[in-house]
């Protein structure tokens, strides 16, 4: 099996349109969460999410890929050309030819829906933009990224709800592991930050009106997020021959499915998933130094993760750093595993861990190190990320040092 590394990243979010601007912010603590701001949001009960600001996509866009890009593919381009700038690959003959890209996404083009329900249902039209299907497919960010950068092997979209971006990363990881392809693009993006995205969410009963507290024993819900994390996965010897920067190895992975409710979380299955990937790293628990959480900030995610992390990790659980960083830029949904994984780097190269912020209460039921409210300074070699997502799916990457 080939050695799989990371040679680019690239992201915008709620905390920064770039990587370097992310990580800042994240070291620092920062909430990039606030008031939302979109039509209707005053017939929502959910005012508040992590919602891209500054951003005009007319700026970095003209206006027939406005026609074809819906705000989730926006942010998947931006990110794309952020990773693969840092990566230095330009794809070309064999290595066009052979390597693609892996995204995932829950949603797609729910803000293309949402406008377009609008025009037919309020408005009374009885036409829409002929590209509003290729506008809003699920697949449009993958193929989009494939067009703009001649990738011609395996492309694809993942939508797994809350897990996409991990799956995705998982399928791109093996791709490039198994020797069937030499580099991919991957990661995911998500942009549900509109009237009826907010609005279906609300309905699950899970959205906190406030803030999103991780761990906190007076957490009540999880904060929606938007934007995109994109990365580079390259066959080591690859990116070792072309004196590439390396930013860390991904040495595993592993998925499973809880088998039993649509909504509700399993211990077993998020216990099986995060198992699973230590043994495809071939790593012991206790190589372990930190894992960046699930962590909505609901009252039973919280819990059921850190009692899978403590059955897993035994006795090395109270050793361990975990964090979530959707206390900073809100649950991404389908792209929230991509932006995450940018602190799991950060953890591998800098040494520095995120922290979950807004927390203010000890919870008995999450009772691990969850580094709160401040970063630290702490050399780990191999990181975790975890995504548990609705129906039961999970996904978990693990990452070292190089």
Same mark, same amino acid.
């Given at each position: 099996?080939?050695?799989?590394?990371?040679?680019?990243?690239?992201?915008?979010?709620?905390?920064?349109?770039?990587?370097?601007?992310?990580?800042?912010?994240?070291?620092?603590?920062?909430?990039?969460?606030?008031?939302?701001?979109?039509?209707?949001?005053?017939?929502?009960?959910?005012?508040?999410?992590?919602?891209?600001?500054?951003?005009?996509?007319?700026?970095?866009?003209?206006?027939?890929?406005?026609?074809?890009?819906?705000?989730?593919?926006?942010?998947?381009?931006?990110?794309?050309?952020?990773?693969? &700038?840092?990566? @230095?690959?330009?794809? +070309?003959? /064999?290595?066009?030819? =052979? *390597?693609?890209?892996?995204? #995932? &996404?829950?949603? @797609?083009?729910?803000? +293309?829906? /949402?406008?377009?329900? =609008? *025009?037919?249902?309020?408005? #009374?039209?009885?036409?829409?933009?002929?590209?509003?299907?290729?506008?809003?497919?699920?697949?449009?960010?993958?193929?989009?990224?494939?067009?703009?950068?001649?990738?011609?092997?395996?492309?694809?979209?993942?939508?797994?709800?809350?897990?996409?971006?991990?799956?995705?990363?998982?399928?791109?990881?093996?791709?490039?592991?198994?020797?069937?392809?030499?580099?991919?693009?991957?990661?995911?993006?998500?942009?549900?930050?509109?009237?009826?995205?907010?609005?279906?969410?609300?309905?699950?009963?899970?959205?906190?009106?406030?803030?999103?507290?991780?761990?906190?024993?007076?957490?009540?819900?999880?904060?929606?997020?938007?934007?995109?994390?994109?990365?580079?996965?390259?066959?080591?010897?690859?990116?070792?021959?072309?004196?590439?920067?390396?930013?860390?190895?991904?040495?595993?992975?592993?998925?499973?499915?809880?088998?039993?409710?649509?909504?509700?979380?399993?211990?077993?299955?998020?216990?099986?998933?995060?198992?699973?990937?230590?043994?495809?790293?071939?790593?012991?628990?206790?190589?372990?130094?930190?894992?960046?959480?699930?962590?909505?900030?609901?009252?039973?995610?919280?819990?059921?993760?850190?009692?899978?992390?403590?059955?897993?990790?035994?006795?090395?659980?109270?050793?361990?750093?975990?964090?979530?960083?959707?206390?900073?830029?809100?649950?991404?949904?389908?792209?929230?595993?991509?932006?995450?994984?940018?602190?799991?780097?950060?953890?591998?190269?800098?040494?520095?861990?995120?922290?979950?912020?807004?927390?203010?209460?000890?919870?008995?039921?999450?009772?691990?190190?969850?580094?709160?409210?401040?970063?630290?300074?702490?050399?780990?070699?191999?990181?975790?990320?975890?995504?548990?997502?609705?129906?039961?799916?999970?996904?978990?990457?693990?990452?070292?040092?190089?």
């Amino acid at each position: 099996m080939k050695r799989v590394v990371i040679t680019g990243a690239g992201t915008i979010n709620a905390l920064g349109h770039s990587v370097p601007d992310t990580l800042d912010a994240m070291r620092e603590g920062r909430c990039g969460i606030g008031q939302l701001d979109f039509q209707d949001v005053d017939r929502l009960s959910i005012k508040i999410g992590g919602q891209v600001r500054g951003f005009e996509a007319e700026g970095r866009f003209n206006r027939q890929q406005m026609a074809l890009y819906d705000r989730f593919t926006q942010f998947t381009l931006i990110a794309t050309k952020e990773a693969i &700038t840092q990566s @230095g690959l330009e794809f +070309t003959g /064999d290595l066009a030819a =052979r *390597s693609g890209v892996v995204l #995932g &996404t829950a949603g @797609g083009g729910v803000s +293309t829906w /949402d406008a377009n329900y =609008r *025009s037919v249902y309020e408005d #009374g039209k009885n036409r829409v933009h002929p590209f509003v299907v290729p506008k809003l497919m699920n697949n449009a960010a993958a193929s989009h990224v494939s067009i703009e950068y001649n990738l011609k092997g395996p492309s694809f979209t993942v939508s797994t709800a809350c897990a996409s971006s991990n799956h995705a990363m998982s399928q791109a990881f093996q791709m490039v592991r198994s020797g069937m392809a030499p580099a991919m693009v991957t990661g995911g993006s998500e942009s549900m930050l509109c009237f009826g995205g907010v609005k279906a969410w609300e309905g699950l009963r899970v959205m906190s009106k406030d803030a999103c507290r991780p761990f906190s024993a007076n957490r009540n819900g999880m904060v929606q997020g938007e934007g995109a994390g994109v990365f580079v996965f390259e066959e080591y010897e690859h990116a070792k021959a072309r004196g590439a920067e390396i930013l860390c190895e991904v040495i595993g992975s592993a998925m499973s499915s809880d088998a039993a409710d649509i909504v509700m979380p399993s211990k077993q299955g998020a216990a099986r998933a995060i198992s699973g990937a230590l043994k495809d790293a071939r790593v012991d628990p206790s190589d372990v130094g930190y894992i960046n959480a699930h962590g909505t900030g609901t009252a039973a995610n919280d819990k059921t993760e850190c009692a899978a992390v403590a059955d897993v990790f035994g006795p090395h659980a109270d050793n361990l750093m975990i964090s979530s960083t959707k206390s900073m830029h809100g649950h991404l949904i389908g792209g929230t595993g991509g932006v995450e994984l940018l602190a799991c780097i950060m953890a591998l190269r800098d040494g520095v861990i995120a922290p979950t912020i807004g927390y203010e209460e000890h919870d008995p039921e999450c009772a691990l190190d969850v580094v709160p409210n401040e970063a630290r300074d702490a050399k780990v070699n191999v990181v975790l990320s975890n995504a548990f997502a609705f129906g039961g799916l999970n996904a978990v990457l693990a990452l070292r040092a190089v």
